[in-house]
T-cell receptor
Framework: GESVGLHLPTLSVQEGDNSIINCAYSNSASDYFIWYKQESGKGPQFIIDIRSNMDKRQGQRVTVLLNKTVKHLSLQIAATQPGDSAVYFC??????????FGKGITLSVRP | DAGITQSPRHKVTETGTPVTLRCHQTENHRYMYWYRQDPGHGLRLIHYSYGVKDTDKGEVSDGYSVSRSKTEDFLLTLESATSSQTSVYFCATARVEVGRPGAEAFFGQGTRLTVV
């Protein structure tokens, strides 16, 4: 079937290396940010979130960094594994309940 | 997948015909969303609902309407399908307003719609 990763930027990393996926957001009023992972043929899955009053949050093997000054969000994946290969989306929301997604980045893990 | 079922999973329809996609959830989540996903565009919000009979437009709502007559069902209708509406459609639900603690949004498996 058609891949949702077509035409998206691709980040290629070696298995075992750390990955950094970046996202620029546009709405300075957004106060909550989320990273989603989407594997082929599936819906997006929640990875980690961060509120605007924080600049860093850690999960299991993942860290999200938020720089509100330049409206930049990043997702760091430690010791990248083949199962991390997917399309990654950042999403933002503000005072309303709309959840707006970025265009996505394809992560490809080389064995 | 938080008990979210989208139907149908695949559909081919002709230009000009009406089409209704259904999202059914068993989690009693208040918030429900319809997105479309196209290559190179990511996920774009079509409509969302913040309660029974309470809906609002997203960024690409033209040509689409929604209805939510009960908590568990959120219907997306293409009044007169066009080829530009060929896409993969995802439904999502959230227990509380996204942005509040515990507001993780869960997604269904998607519906692939082709308009010929």
């Amino acid at each position: 079937g058609e891949s949702v990763g077509l035409h998206l930027p691709t980040l290629s990393v070696q298995e075992g290396d750390n990955s950094i996926i970046n996202c620029a957001y546009s709405n300075s009023a957004s106060d909550y940010f989320i990273w989603y992972k989407q594997e082929s043929g599936k819906g997006p899955q929640f990875i980690i979130d961060i509120r605007s009053n924080m600049d860093k949050r850690q999960g299991q093997r993942v860290t999200v960094l938020l720089n509100k000054t330049v409206k930049h969000l990043s997702l760091q994946i430690a010791a990248t594994q083949p199962g991390d290969s997917a399309v990654y989306f950042c999403a933002e929301t503000g005072a309303n309940s709309k959840l707006t997604f970025g265009k996505g980045i394809t992560l490809s893990v080389r064995p | 997948d938080a008990g979210i079922t989208q139907s149908p999973r695949h559909k081919v329809t002709e230009t000009g015909t009406p089409v209704t996609l259904r999202c059914h959830q068993t989690e009693n989540h208040r918030y429900m969303y319809w997105y479309r996903q196209d290559p190179g565009h990511g996920l774009r919000l079509i409509h969302y609902s913040y309660g029974v009979k309470d809906t609002d437009k997203g960024e690409v709502s033209d040509g689409y309407s929604v209805s939510r007559s009960k908590t568990e069902d959120f219907l997306l209708t293409l009044e007169s399908a066009t080829s530009s509406q060929t896409s993969v459609y995802f439904c999502a639900t959230a227990r509380v307003e996204v942005g509040r603690p515990g507001a993780e949004a869960f997604f269904g498996q998607g519906t692939r719609l082709t308009v010929v």
